[in-house]
């Protein structure tokens, strides 16, 4: 068995273990230089926390491993297709690469909404289900210039 | 002053008083009939989690206040537009209405990669900076089958 085909596998048990407990029917393993430093399953209903998606489960986890807010040359295997959350979260870490198995279709026939949102997403913001209002960019543009003069700002 | 601009006010100045405590320049405020129910402010850098962006961090604070995972008939006011990662979130909540001040844009302007990762979902996934692999999709199913007959479960 490949090491793909290894960590994958871990995911999946992940995720079958996750629902026998509770928790939704995803699990997230992730993997850097052959180790895996964070795994993560989905924990929404059992924390109250509409966040708590395998994947990012298994970023806080692997991120606290090594003291990092970037998960640079770390790979991902999660048993089912990231959703918008989850993908952009696994940018805003500098994943390198993403594994999964089921996708947003799959997901889609057992009841959850990731292809909807990726739907809404490909829609002018005034289409979509959810209103979204501008309001005093003016006056937040100020914070930004305060971020923009600070000197000893970590950037990511 | 009406409640937008109230609250409005209220999430610029969490995020004008994140980045002088060392945190992005980012504040958001949940509210629920007229009450702010969590608020949040970026914490990536300060926690080594790439995931703490303020909605997120107002999302997991609101959700444990009145203890649901929903946010039903609530609102949230964001200095700046929700990236992909928050924008899911929010409609994983079931959030009613945003008000954002600053725009992906603008936050292009000072650093932050929000845009790009927007235009990177607008991409076909072979198109994309990260990888995406698809493997043991069948195997994954399995998972999804026992969900699906689980008579206990907490559909969202």
């Known amino acids: 068995m490949t090491d793909h085909l290894k960590f994958m596998t871990q995911a999946i048990t992940l995720a079958e273990k996750s ?8 699990g997230a393993v992730i993997v850097q ?8 399953s989905n924990r929404v209903t ?24 970037q998960l640079a040359d770390c790979t991902i295997y999660v048993n089912c297709e990231p959703c918008p959350m989850c993908l952009a979260a696994l940018y805003w ?4 690469a ?3 198995a089921a996708d947003r279709n799959d997901a ?3 009841g959850f909404a990731d ?9 002018e913001p005034a289409a979509r289900q959810i209103a979204m209002h501008q309001i005093m960019r003016t006056e937040a543009l100020h914070g930004f210039q305060l971020w923009e003069e600070l000197e000893d700002k970590i950037p990511y």
């Open 33 to 40: 230089n052959n180790q895996i430093i964070g795994t993560g």
């Open 93 to 96: 870490a500098g994943i390198k």
């Open 19 to 26: 629902l026998a407990e509770g928790g939704g029917p995803f």
């Open 108 to 110: 889609a026939g057992i």
């Open 98 to 100: 993403i594994y999964f």
């Open 46 to 69: 059992l924390d109250n926390d509409p966040t708590a998606h395998a994947e990012m489960q298994a970023i806080r986890a692997a991120c606290q491993t090594i003291t990092d807010f």
């Open 115 to 123: 292809n909807f949102i990726y739907q809404e997403f490909a829609k």
